[in-house]
Each structure stands twice: as C-alpha cells, then as structure tokens.
C-alpha cells in the first residue's frame, strides 16, 4: 500500500542543495528553496518537500509531503537516496502510528554502504 507522504534522515554533511540535485532528477526541477526558520521548502516537480537540518543531532530529515513520488513506501524511498546520493540513509519501517506504542517508535530502517538492516534508534 502507498504511504501517503515519505520521510527520510540523511546523516551530515548532505545539503539541501545536494538534495534538490537527486530530487530534480527523481521527481522534476526545483523551486528555489526557501528558508523559514531552520525549515527549507521548495516543490520538486510537484511535490512540497521540507528539509529540516539537524532534526535529529547530525541528521537531516526530508519530508515529501505527497502520495505522488515514484516511490511506494519510506524503504524504497531510501534505497533510491542511498543509491544517488551515496550517504547513509534511515527511515521508519512502515508507517507509525502513535498506538502501536513507543517501543516501535524506536524501530527503524538503515541503507549504508553496508547493505539494509533494521535498527534501534533512539531519536527522543
């Protein structure tokens, strides 16, 4: 089942412009980003992205807030980034819902160099 929206955490020191470089490939040119607070918006083809440096100690989160990415799920989401952008990439398994508890809250996915494994990562 498609994810109704897609986000992914790239480690340091990826950029939002190195970012708008795969994303202008995967989904179409960006706008210009623009800068609000910490957050940077822009909309690569037209889908709205946010791009949050640090949101998590040295971790970057971008959020593509659409259902219409050439991606399914969060997974392929950050195999494709991995794959462009050769830097460690994590996302949540499936999509989480506050219910289902904390613990899985922690659960996450790790693309790297090192192939794809589940994690435990603590981000609160």
Known sequence: ???PDIEIYLKEPLTHK?????????????TEWVQKGQTW???AGTVPVIWLPKAVGKW??????????PWDDDIACA????KALNEEVRCAPGTWIEEEGEEDADRWIRVSADGE???IWRTS
Do not use: H, N, P, V
Not at 79 to 82: L, P, T
């Open 60 to 69: 970057s989160s971008l959020y593509l807030e659409s259902d219409q990415t």
């Open 79 to 82: 195999r494709d980034a991995f």
């Open 18 to 30: 190195e970012i708008a470089a795969w994303l202008s490939t995967a989904l179409g040119e960006c």
């Open 117 to 119: 494994e589940e994690i």
């Open 41 to 43: 918006k822009c909309i």
């Open 1 to 3: 089942m498609r994810q």
